[in-house]
């Protein structure tokens, strides 16, 4: 029975890294197209809320900010809700920094003269 449960969790895990990629992905879409002073600034305000625990404010912050982005708020919306059981939870976290990494990952490729 231990067996089962094992075999549940490990399932589990893999179908919420997969989620968490997809939503780092669709995160890394939606912003894509801002100034990256712009993504400075909200993912400063972001991993402040995240530090401080308020999940709520990290909530509205990213939600305004999706949608002002009204043709990339769907798919982001998709993504997002397939998470938000979990966002009570101690996997609050790594759906935060999922979001956080996605806006990162978005910032432009400054070159370098070498």
Do not use: W
Not at 44 to 57: F, H, M, Q, V
Request: hydrophobic share 35%.
């Amino acid at each position: 029975m231990d067996e089962n449960k094992i075999v549940l969790d490990e399932k589990y895990l893999e179908h919420f890294r997969e989620d968490l990629k997809k939503l780092r992905e669709t995160s890394k879409n939606v912003f894509a197209e801002q100034s990256d002073s712009y993504k400075q600034k909200l993912v400063y305000c972001l991993l402040n809320t995240i530090k401080s625990g308020d999940r709520e404010k990290f909530m509205s912050i990213l939600f305004k900010s999706v949608n002002a982005r009204k043709e990339k708020a769907k798919d982001f919306a998709e993504k997002f809700g397939k998470l938000q059981n979990l966002l009570k939870t101690k996997q609050f976290e790594d759906i935060a920094y999922a979001v956080v990494l996605g806006i990162m990952s978005s910032y432009k490729e400054t070159k370098t003269e070498g």
